[in-house]
């Protein structure tokens, strides 16, 4: 299984040791609790290094954000494909992601929470992350007349229970009552 918190080997090149550590940081503790400094620490490089590579924070955040959307949808549809490729293949995808010691919530909801007001383009980053995540959803629908409703409709009962399972720290009541959203969906 692909894991979104085990990282891949370290990158060597700078700009990557930057990226995967901010990566990191920013999923871990926030956007706004881990300052630039930090990442400049935690990456092993200079000042000079990081800005040559990101002439700002906001660069930085739309870069983290282009990279977590990349490694999540390489996950989902992996682990979709892994439990079968149906509508059910959604409960035992989100129970996996529930249950990694390293799971914080969806960092495009996260990031919009953040700093929607203050950088709108990460609205727009995050509308298309959850486009592409409806766009796969659908992908398990049969065909019919109301597949992009239903993955719709599956798309914000996945983002409720994401809510639910990182405010309660355990998935598990979230994912009932989402598996009770799924079958009452399918049934109609």
């Not at 609790?33 to 935690?42: M, N, Y």
């Not at 799971?103 to 990031?111: D, E, S, T």
């Not at 399972?165 to 979230?174: H, K, T, V």
């Amino acid at each position: 299984m692909i894991s979104l918190t085990q990282g891949d080997a370290p990158p060597t090149n700078a700009h990557d040791r930057i990226l995967h550590t901010a990566h990191r940081l920013f999923y871990a503790h926030g956007i706004r609790a881990t300052g630039i400094d930090r990442v400049i620490a935690e990456a092993g490089v200079t000042k000079v290094t990081f800005y040559r590579h990101f002439p700002s924070k906001n660069e930085l955040i739309l870069s983290y954000l282009a990279l977590r959307h990349a490694r999540w949808m390489n996950w989902f549809t992996a682990t979709l494909a892994e439990h079968g490729g149906t509508v059910a293949a959604l409960v035992p995808t989100l129970k996996a992601w529930f249950d990694d010691k390293g799971f914080r919530g969806c960092a495009f909801i996260n990031v919009v929470n953040e700093m929607g007001e203050e950088l709108p383009t990460v609205k727009a980053v995050s509308r298309q992350h959850k486009d592409d995540m409806t766009q796969a959803i659908a992908g398990l629908l049969p065909p019919s007349r109301q597949r992009k409703a239903t993955a719709q409709a599956l798309a914000v009962a996945v983002d409720g229970a994401i809510v639910q399972a990182q405010m309660a720290g355990d998935g598990d009541e979230a994912l009932r009552a989402f598996e009770r959203l799924c079958r009452a969906l399918m049934a109609t």
